[in-house]
């Protein structure tokens, strides 16, 4: 049994800061990629930003130099620091992890349920 716990998320102001933390528990062998993906009312979930286990990452345009993805292997947390947040960046932040739950498993994406993020003055 796997499980990914977000926090962090809430009502900040525009212009403020959000730091979003994604933890993975359970039977787990190793973490590939880790990501945050984000889904505004009545629009598609998108890829914010996603980050190897070698620590390579990739961003969304839209939060290009605000957004700044990280993790901490050693406690299988991913971590999503936001800055400069804007109203159109209010949404439902989604963690994912690709992982092995043991050696000889398949790679396998895990979600979790979910952090709400609001930007209103």
């Known amino acids: 049994q796997v499980q990914l716990v977000e926090s962090g998320g809430g009502l900040v102001q525009p212009g403020g800061s959000l730091r979003l933390s994604c933890a993975a528990s359970g039977s787990i062998f190793s973490i590939n990629a880790m990501g945050w993906y984000r889904q505004a009312p009545g629009k598609q979930r998108e890829l914010v930003a996603g980050?190897?286990?070698?620590?390579?990452?990739n961003y969304a345009d839209s939060v290009k130099g605000r957004f700044t993805i990280s993790r901490d292997n050693a406690k299988n947390t991913a971590y999503l620091q936001m800055n400069s947040l804007k109203p159109e960046d209010t949404a439902v932040y989604y963690c994912?992890?690709?992982?092995?739950?043991?050696?000889?498993?398949?790679?396998?994406?895990?979600w979790g349920q979910g952090t709400q993020v609001t930007v209103s003055s």
């Open positions: 994912n992890a690709d992982l092995l739950t043991t050696a000889w498993s398949p790679v396998f994406r895990y």
């Open positions: 980050i190897t286990d070698g620590g390579s990452t």
